[in-house]
């Protein structure tokens, strides 16, 4: 028996009605099937901004021999929609501190933080991650890893949503208490737990730093809600505000109840405030989804 495949599945912690991974309060998110949820509607907002594209990388076509790795896999949502577009598949690989995605071709059970556990011989030629902010707290190591086990020439593509809302009409702010309370505790509570989140401005600067070229940045101005006059953004705004529904109290409940010692009872309050404000009508509210991709120069060393 696959004895770290069973201590990953019961190496939980169990608080306000949601499962988090670890005994030692590593992640401020949960992982349990509510949050999966939510990681896989993100994935698809993402899907539906690439118009069906699994990444933009200049990798196509692709190939069995091509091998790809999904850091931070969580729900597993990428992998699965990678196996679904390409045939033939290229080789897929995971890592994550869990192993919820069983199905994928090769997993690897791993701490997220230092050193990954591959060789030279095991180099990609992608690795894809998305979502990072509150998952790791040393960008500086996953940009260093992402270069060493790349393939000379290999792509790098990091998908980043910042967890803030704007609105182009000033006088919605009067509207907007509870949201703007919220956004600004939870970036304070993620920096005390020492996993920051809104980290997407400061991704193109930390690829360079790594050493990566042909360093690229797409932002994406994704509605919330159905208020866009174009079809296709209509369809992924309305996509949005199911994931909030889905991921909103997983975001807070630890950061709040943990981190800044609020009660559950008022951290539901405010969830609940949160709530009622994003439901009403006419605020046009939106959010920046940040895609970044870079190469490993071709010239550059195996590992």
């Not at 956004?183 to 600067?205: D, S």
């Not at 050493?211 to 209509?234: A, M, R």
């Not at 949005?240 to 529904?245: A, K, P, T, W």
């Not at 709530?275 to 490993?296: A, M, V």
């Amino acid at each position: 028996m696959d004895t770290n495949w069973l201590t990953a599945r019961n190496n939980h912690t169990y608080e306000n009605g949601r499962r988090y991974y670890g005994f030692r309060s590593e992640f401020p998110f949960p992982d349990d099937k509510t949050a999966v949820t939510a990681h896989g509607a993100i994935n698809g907002i993402w899907h539906e901004l690439l118009d069906g594209r699994t990444f933009i990388a200049p990798i196509e076509p692709v190939q069995k021999k091509h091998k790809f790795l999904e850091f931070a896999t969580r729900s597993g949502s990428w992998t699965l929609m990678v196996l679904e577009r390409h045939h033939p598949a290229p080789r897929l690989t995971g890592i994550d501190v869990t192993q919820m995605s069983t199905y994928l071709g090769y997993f690897e059970n791993h701490e997220i933080e230092g050193e990954w556990p591959f060789t030279a011989k095991q180099a990609f030629h992608l690795i894809h991650a998305q979502s990072l902010g509150g998952v790791i707290a040393d960008y500086d190591g996953f940009y260093a890893n992402a270069f060493r086990h790349l393939l000379p020439g290999g792509w790098l593509e990091v998908w980043e949503n910042d967890l803030r809302f704007f609105t182009d009409n000033p006088q919605n702010e009067t509207r907007l208490v509870a949201l703007r309370e919220w956004e600004a505790l939870m970036h304070e509570a993620a920096a005390r737990f020492g996993k920051r989140i809104n980290v997407a401005a400061e991704q193109k600067e930390l690829m360079h730093l790594a050493g990566f070229v042909q360093v690229e940045e797409q932002i994406f101005k994704v509605p919330f809600g159905d208020w866009s006059d174009e079809p296709n953004l209509k369809r992924t705004g309305s996509s949005y505000v199911f994931q909030m529904q889905y991921a909103l109290e997983g975001y807070t409940l630890r950061l709040f109840t943990k981190t800044l010692g609020w009660s559950k009872e008022d951290t539901d309050a405010l969830i609940s405030r949160v709530q009622e404000e994003l439901k009403q009508e006419d605020l046009r509210l939106y959010s920046y989804f940040h895609l970044f991709i870079g190469q490993k120069p071709a010239n550059a060393p195996r590992k």
